[in-house]
């Protein structure tokens, strides 16, 4: 099968870059985000450069991009990938494509989501259900209710894991204030002394003989202390939270979430614009491909827990079981060293989930 697929994947994707098992971690530590920081596997040289097992194939290729000064490509590839606790093998077989650089997105975006249905068809699965979810239009919500951006930081971090999110709108709607403590790396945080305390982080990660690399960085640990330092001095008001859990309710046929949009603009006057109209071009690009729209469902809270994610998110299913998914993510290759932005957006197939759900 993996041949038969990549076969295919080459049709459409005609560009190549080779990509190692062994990867030099920090691009996935400092990129990824928590979701995947805690699920790779991590091994050090002896010369001490930290490296990991291959986790995924998006970043490595967005590297190899950047490097090549191409202005867009469009690359196919397949191979092992190793992930700590997933449900399934830890090392498991994944396709997949990646396409950089197009501006047109809305088009780049139906196109991928109609060559992962192909691609798909070729498996043997046909008809899957499509679950996507767009990650700018929750940002918009979250923008109008014009909340300190520490808050409105971390909101838009935790979209994609929906119990987090809403345990982060509970504590925030409690007005929970911390009470004062004695430790250094709180008072620092509490008063958002952020390069005193990356200091600080620092010597006492030192002291504990703990390598930066080996987890999130001074930087990172820094920034949320100083989060939830905030966090804990804020009240959310009841208008807004209940707002921003009426949009992330939305769940309906793909081809019915224009009107809804348009009723959850009036009711709260939050105005989607840009994002909307992206959405809406989305669907029409969709119309065009030929996709079924018939088996696609629009969830507001859908999303993966991956910071460079920035828009639409997809995942396909079939007998019940997620086999495939993507998203766009623009800014990935700008984090990555790139000077300007670069549109990106792709989709994998797991085939160890492909062949169970066959």
């Given at each position: 099968m993996p041949e038969r697929l990549l076969q295919h994947l080459h049709s459409v994707a005609p560009d190549h870059v080779d990509i190692p098992i062994l990867q030099p971690a920090d691009p996935f530590l400092e990129t990824a985000g928590e979701d995947l920081r805690r699920r790779i596997f991590i091994t050090q040289s002896n010369a001490g450069?930290?490296?990991?097992?291959?986790?995924?194939?998006?970043?490595?290729?967005?590297?190899?991009?950047?490097?090549?000064?191409?202005?867009?490509?469009?690359?196919?590839?397949?191979?092992?990938?190793?992930?700590?606790?997933?449900?399934?093998?830890?090392?498991?077989?994944?396709?997949?494509?990646?396409?950089?650089?197009?501006?047109?997105?809305?088009?780049?975006?139906?196109?991928?989501?109609?060559?992962?249905?192909?691609?798909?068809?070729?498996?043997?699965i046909r008809d899957p259900k499509l679950t996507l979810g767009d990650q700018s239009l929750f940002a918009v919500v979250v923008e109008n209710l014009q909340l300190p951006d520490t808050i409105a930081r971390r909101l838009v971090r935790n979209f994609g894991s929906p119990n987090a999110l809403e345990g982060l709108l509970n504590r925030l709607s409690t007005g929970r204030v911390f009470g004062a403590s004695e430790d250094e790396a709180d008072k620092l945080a509490a008063a958002g002394h952020e390069a005193a305390l990356i200091e600080h982080v620092e010597s006492l990660m030192q002291a504990a003989n703990i390598a930066p690399a080996s987890g999130r960085s001074p930087k990172d640990i820094a920034q949320r202390l100083i989060d939830k330092?905030?966090?804990?001095?804020?009240?959310?008001?009841?208008?807004?939270?209940?707002?921003?859990?009426?949009?992330?309710?939305?769940?309906?046929?793909?081809?019915?979430?224009?009107?809804?949009?348009?009723?959850?603009?009036?009711?709260?006057?939050?105005?989607f614009r840009e994002a909307g109209s992206a959405f809406e071009g989305r669907i029409t690009a969709l119309v065009?491909?030929?996709?079924?729209?018939?088996?696609?469902?629009?969830?507001?809270?859908?999303?993966?827990?991956?910071?460079?994610?920035?828009?639409?998110?997809?995942?396909?299913?079939?007998?019940?079981?997620?086999?495939?998914?993507?998203?766009?993510?623009?800014?990935?290759?700008?984090?990555?060293?790139?000077?300007?932005?670069?549109?990106?957006?792709?989709?994998?197939?797991?085939?160890?989930r492909v062949e169970a759900a066959l």
């Open positions: 450069d930290v490296q990991c097992l291959r986790p995924e194939f998006t970043i490595p290729i967005c590297i190899a991009h950047v490097e090549s000064e191409r202005p867009q490509a469009r690359y196919a590839y397949g191979g092992t990938v190793f992930r700590q606790q997933r449900d399934g093998a830890l090392e498991f077989l994944q396709v997949g494509l990646e396409d950089l650089g197009d501006d047109n997105r809305a088009d780049a975006d139906a196109t991928s989501i109609a060559d992962m249905l192909a691609t798909l068809g070729h498996a043997g330092a905030g966090e804990g001095s804020f009240k959310l008001d009841q208008v807004s939270a209940e707002t921003l859990r009426q949009f992330l309710a939305i769940e309906l046929p793909l081809t019915h979430t224009p009107d809804a949009l348009a009723a959850f603009s009036a009711e709260t006057g939050i105005q065009k491909k030929g996709a079924p729209l018939e088996n696609m469902t629009y969830r507001a809270s859908f999303g993966r827990n991956l910071e460079y994610y920035t828009g639409v998110l997809f995942e396909a299913a079939a007998n019940g079981k997620a086999v495939a998914g993507g998203g766009r993510y623009d800014r990935l290759c700008s984090l990555l060293g790139a000077d300007t932005p670069v549109p990106a957006v792709g989709f994998s197939l797991a085939l160890d």
